[in-house]
């Protein structure tokens, strides 16, 4: 158990909908980052938060977006869902020192785009 | 940019068996770290290891160790005395310095043959 949990598990949504992912993270931990896993593939990095603020995001286009809370939590919002969407969403969270922080994930979303 | 490569896409050993999976990776950087990540079939992703690039000795977690060679930017996970929940996918995973963001390798699929 890595202490980060992530909601819902599973998810089935239509094209052109929208979705709301969630993420818990660790105790005392303060920097989240969302990852795309395809099925099949290696994740593939969205974003990062670090108190509340962007801090870095991969090539992804801006229908991907996301909020931090003050309490650490974070939400991935995705609009226009599109059939590649379709895959497993995994958060990690870690506490954010010297900058060389080992990420912690969750059990991931699946995501199912029809 | 970073790129994390494996070059074994599936692996399988017999239980009680020593097996070692591939990692190769390109930085220009200097002073980095490196992580095996094991992903079961229940999808979460769970820190095998860790190693830092300034470290000569290898990182070793009970029954897990690395042949990191820092020279030739390889990066190998060897299992000794494998057992059945060792069954996992197996990612390769290099952090972007600043934001921590991971690069994934592809991934290896192995199984332990009972």
Redesign the interface.
């Known amino acids: 158990e890595t202490g980060v949990t992530q909601s819902p598990t599973h998810l089935i949504k239509t094209r052109g909908q929208q979705v709301t992912l969630r993420c818990s993270s660790q105790s005392g931990h303060n920097t989240v980052s969302w990852y795309q896993q395809a099925l099949g593939q290696g994740p593939q990095f969205i974003f990062q938060y670090y108190r509340e603020e962007e801090n870095g995001r991969g090539n992804f286009p801006p229908r991907f977006s996301g909020l931090q809370f003050p309490n650490y939590s974070s939400e991935l919002n995705v609009n226009a869902l599109e059939l590649d969407d379709s895959a497993l969403y995994l958060c990690a969270s870690s506490r954010r020192t010297s900058g060389k922080e080992t990420q912690y994930f969750g059990p991931g979303t699946r995501l199912l785009v029809l | 940019a970073q790129t994390v490569t494996q070059s074994q896409p599936e692996m399988s050993v017999q239980e009680a068996e020593t097996v070692t999976l591939s990692c190769t990776y390109d930085t220009s950087e200097n002073n980095y ?1 490196l ?1 095996w ?1 094991k992903q079961p079939p ?6 095998v290891i ?1 190693q ?1 690039a300034y470290k000569q000795q290898n990182a070793t977690e009970n029954r897990f160790s690395v042949n990191f060679q820092k020279a030739a930017k390889s990066f190998s996970l060897k299992i000794s005395d494998s057992q059945l929940g060792d069954t996992a996918m197996y ?1 390769c995973a290099f ?13 290896t699929r192995l199984t332990i043959i009972p």
Do not use: A, D, V
Not at chain 2, 95 to 107: A, D, S, V
């Open positions: 770290y992580f990540y229940s999808r979460q992703m769970i820190l860790r830092e990612f952090p972007n310095f600043g934001n921590e963001k991971l690069t994934f390798g592809t991934g």
